[in-house]
């Protein structure tokens, strides 16, 4: 297995989101670079009067390198750590707490001043814990003479922590020069640019720090946080997302409203919604926010086809979200049917949410979605579609695996856990609660997978974020404000939830005191 620095962040957040801070991992892979270095010693038959040189960069890598000093120094071994700059420059809390442990350690290990050469130059063993993943572009003094310092010198054994200084952990790339290990111990999988420089990782160890399979297995505020593109400092407008919903009924005027409201909340910048003239006038009236047409009457049927691509074209919408409010008609029923169909051979690559009464126009087992689609069906949905039912996800993700194989499509099964699943791919969602299930939260969450759509191009991470972000809304209600949960109310947290996705989740699970 191979894990990016993007995936490994996501990680790391989800596992905080479990309550395990990093420190404790930063623990566990100082540890395992120590024992690493141990065993080396001993397979070796070297003698014990080694002189071990740790580099110590300002952040978490070598935080990890610091408690790999405290662990060898509590086994005899003579240690030195050369920081890269001064300890007041040092910036990861947790590198800073390890620090002050070990600046009490006076007896045991030694630091030197910042990028003294000479130490390195004279290492037996030289631990590289320098940069790791945080390498961006060329190495700059004081860390590039550092690295070189370390390469010329005599040692009989260099270790990289992570991944060694100066390699881009996900392509490979050497900018100018890297350090040269002879092992490199990297944290939870292996990146896949080590596997590419083995002149450079040497013998590859992949440590075990004890991130927890549901920091994985469960969407956390992870994905959140690193999942979603930021925009640009000169973004101009557009550049957000431009979703279209198509939906409402002279029976739901509200569904499409919120829906286009929800994409607004968590980033889009546009939100055009195409309702049937009888409730062009309510719609509106929710809020001047979004831009409503019509087609004629008081709800959709197949004649309205030409009216839906005209806006298609004209809006020019990065995602669509149907079916929310649409209303069970016969000829609404027709309408959907036609639509997917247009939209799955005309709009290619247009991407797509299909909710509520839009499922109805699926033909399963002849539709085909070409993996641009997700679908939102609740479990009693999920049954008129497929007619396979779905009692727990866990037990029965073969069937859901099937109907996304079958339907070429993202499927967001809604449940008191939600599973998201992307051919053999799937993942679960744990947040929302019980008082979620009155109607348009459903819609909340069509337009939140509509504008994360829009912003990723990325159907199983739309959904994924969508489910984890509308369940955290309602959390926060529920847990946090003890309010009764509702879509309007949902909107309206959504904003700041989706800004600060960590904190809230702390906070609503009772994790940890941080402040909002």
């Not at 790391?12 to 623990?27: A, F, Q």
């Not at 946080?225 to 509200?254: C, E, F, N, Q």
């Not at 001047?288 to 298609?312: R, T």
């Not at 947040?431 to 759509?453: F, H, P, Q």
Request: charged share 25%; glycine share 10%; aromatic share 6%.
């Amino acid at each position: 297995m191979v894990i990016t620095v993007q995936e490994m962040r996501i990680l790391e957040v989800n596992t905080i989101g479990l309550g395990i801070p990093l420190r404790m991992l930063m623990e566990a892979a100082g540890k395992s670079v120590a024992d690493t270095v141990i065993e080396e010693i001993k397979s070796r038959n070297l003698e014990r009067d080694l002189e071990i040189v740790v580099l110590m960069g300002k952040g978490g890598n070598g935080g990890d390198g610091v408690v790999a000093a405290r662990y060898l120094a509590s086994r005899g071994y003579g240690v030195t750590i050369v920081p890269s700059h001064s300890l007041k420059d040092v910036e990861h809390p947790d590198t800073k707490a390890n620090l002050d442990i070990v600046l009490r350690m006076t007896n045991s290990i030694r630091i030197t001043r910042p990028a003294c050469l000479e130490v390195i130059r004279d290492a037996d063993i030289i631990i590289d814990g320098l940069l790791g993943t945080g390498v961006k572009g060329e190495l700059r003094d004081p860390i590039k003479s550092m690295v070189e310092e370390a390469n010329k010198a005599k040692s009989i054994l260099r270790v990289a922590i992570d991944t060694p200084t100066g390699l881009n952990p996900d392509t490979g790339d050497i900018h100018g020069v890297a350090f040269k290990a002879d092992i490199t111990v990297t944290m939870h999988d292996v990146k896949p640019g080590l596997l590419k420089k083995p002149e450079y990782t040497g013998r590859i160890v992949v440590a075990n720090i004890g991130i927890p399979l549901e920091s994985k297995m469960y969407i956390g505020p992870g994905d959140a946080v690193y999942g979603v593109p930021k925009k640009p400092r000169d973004a101009h407008k557009g550049m957000g997302g431009r979703v279209l919903v198509i939906g409402g009924s002279k029976y739901y005027t509200g569904a499409p409203a919120l829906a286009g409201a929800a994409a607004l909340a968590i980033g889009a910048d546009l939100s055009f919604i195409v309702v049937p003239e009888y409730i062009k006038s309510v719609v509106s009236s929710y809020t001047p926010e979004l831009i409503v047409v019509s087609v004629p009457g008081d709800h959709f049927m197949p004649d309205h086809i030409s009216y839906i691509e005209k806006y298609i074209e004209y809006f020019r919408p990065h995602a669509i979200v149907f079916g929310n409010g649409l209303s069970r008609e016969e000829d609404t029923i027709e309408f959907a049917k036609e639509f997917i169909e247009i939209v799955t051979s005309k709009y290619k690559e247009l991407l797509l949410v299909i909710d509520a009464d839009g499922l109805k126009g699926i033909k399963y087992g002849e539709t085909k979605f070409s993996w641009n689609t997700v679908i939102t069906p609740h479990r009693g949905e999920f049954k008129a579609l497929t007619n396979t039912r779905v009692d727990n996800v866990f037990k029965d993700i073969d069937h859901i695996i099937e109907a996304s194989r079958v339907l070429e499509a993202t499927i967001l099964l809604k449940a008191p856990i939600d599973a998201i699943v992307k051919s053999d791919t799937y993942r679960f969602n744990r947040t929302g609660n019980e008082d979620m299930s009155i109607g348009g939260t459903g819609d909340v969450l069509a337009g939140l997978v509509g504008a994360l759509l829009a912003k990723t191009k990325d159907t199983f991470k739309a959904a994924a974020i969508a489910a984890y972000l509308n369940g955290l809304a309602g959390d926060y209600l529920y847990y946090v404000e003890k309010e009764n949960v509702s879509p309007a109310k949902m909107i309206e947290i959504l904003p700041r939830i989706s800004k600060n996705p960590l904190d809230y989740h702390l906070r609503i699970y009772g994790i940890s005191d941080s402040t909002i």
